[in-house]
């Protein structure tokens, strides 16, 4: 039985930062933490000219990065392909197509999660106008302004639900 009112993912994000020592999205400085993360979860990290994967060479757990991004970019993709380091198993590529799909949307699930924590999200006092919470949450969180917006929506969503079902 779930005591604390997130989701499992949320959960998930929550260990990894609490294990971090991550609070606030003040900490959540890209680069270093990249590698203190791939560090402590025995992750090999690597920036090359390719897009974004994640692999198990030989038992060894890798990610490799597109290193012509911003660095939002390379963050937002760090996240997502952890989260198939995480959650999945398998060479995607020999998948049907309906599975394969499935496991790229939960990674991108992960990846807003991520990248912008609820338990941090559910402290930030908002502004009204959505184009400036888009704005705050992106300059806070550094990630994309679209991704800022798709994580906003999701989270006013599961908010406004959660206050229904609570009635």
Request: aromatic share 14%.
């Amino acid at each position: 039985m779930k005591l604390s009112g997130l989701s499992l993912i949320e959960e998930k994000v929550l260990s990894i930062y609490r294990l971090l020592n991550i609070s606030e999205p003040s900490q959540l400085y890209h680069d270093a933490l990249i590698e203190t993360i791939s560090e402590i979860l025995q992750i090999n990290t690597y920036y090359f000219d390719e897009s974004s994967e994640a692999n198990n060479l030989g038992g060894a757990y890798c990610i490799f990065l597109n290193e012509n991004q911003t660095k939002q970019e390379i963050w937002q993709d760090f996240a997502h392909e952890l989260a198939h380091i995480l959650n999945h198993e398998g060479y995607q590529f020999s998948m049907n197509d309906p599975f394969r799909k499935y496991q790229e949307w939960q990674a991108e699930q992960f990846a807003f999660h991520f990248c912008i924590p609820t338990f941090m999200l559910n402290h930030l006092e908002l502004p009204r106008l959505r184009c400036e919470a888009v704005g705050l949450i992106a300059t806070l969180f550094n990630v994309e302004h679209t991704f800022a917006d798709v994580r906003l929506e999701k989270w006013l969503q599961n908010r406004d639900f959660c206050f229904l079902a609570r009635l």
